[in-house]
């Protein structure tokens, strides 16, 4: 596997993909198309993502957060948050840790 391929998303919905997946933490790779925008989420578990490629704005808990490249946040369990928009060139990669 190579976190980095594909690295750009062929339709216009994120894709999520599960890495590793066990009792109490599940790693994905969410490739995103360029402006993503999701509805509000709010989990019962805390999640770290973190930007490999492109950036994103995040709305959490009423602030706005752009991430670059390399730069990642937790997001606490209960906690709503969004994605704002991602770039274009090049397209969004994340990898994200649910911790259960």
Not at 13 to 19: G, P
Not at 43 to 67: F, N, P, Y
Request: aromatic letters at 4%; a negative charge.
């Amino acid at each position: 596997m190579n976190l980095f391929k594909p690295d750009k998303a062929v339709e216009e919905k994120e894709i999520f993909e599960t890495l590793l997946e066990s009792e109490n933490v599940t790693i994905e790779r969410i490739l995103s198309p360029p402006d993503t925008v999701t509805e509000v989420s709010q989990q019962h578990h805390d999640e770290w993502v973190c930007v490999l490629q492109g950036s994103a704005k995040l709305e959490m808990s009423d602030r706005e957060i752009t991430l670059y490249r390399g730069d990642s946040v937790l997001i606490p369990a209960n906690t709503a948050h969004r994605v704002l928009t991602t770039s274009h060139q090049p397209h969004c990669i994340w990898l994200a840790v649910h911790i259960l």
